[in-house]
């Protein structure tokens, strides 16, 4: 399975970006998909994840109500679409692929190579 996340870069607060992922080699439509996301100094946490079939969803309490995440299966692609940015947002941003819904990072078996957002207050 690889997965290449784009979409990052420098963005000024309250900004709306989107990150996009695809996924190659694997049958898409089978894996929870994730985000997560690591700051400079910080452990790698949790932002929200979604279902095989996209029918569920789950955000950290730090994003809900400001990111969506989405998932299109015959693009083999997820997006996580970022609103009302904040500087504390400013991390690389990861996807990765499982096979149970978890927020845990041990519970993700593939990750992409992650994509640096930065959020200029």
């Known amino acids: 399975v690889q997965l290449q996340a784009s979409g990052g870069g420098l963005v000024q607060a309250g900004g709306s970006p989107r990150l996009s992922c695809a996924a190659s080699?694997?049958?898409?439509?089978?894996?929870?998909m994730g985000w997560f996301r690591q700051a400079p100094g910080k452990e790698r946490e949790f932002v929200a994840a979604?279902?095989?079939?996209?029918?569920?969803?789950s955000y950290a309490d730090s994003v809900k109500g400001r990111f969506i995440v989405s998932r299109d299966n015959a693009k083999n692609m997820v997006y996580l679409q970022m609103n009302s940015l904040k500087p504390e947002d400013t991390a690389i941003y990861y996807c990765a692929a499982a096979k149970l819904m978890t927020r845990s990072v041990t519970g993700y078996d593939y990750w992409g190579q992650g994509t640096l957002v930065t959020v200029s207050s």
């Open positions: 080699g694997c049958t898409f439509g089978s894996y929870v």
């Open positions: 979604i279902s095989e079939s996209g029918r569920r969803t």
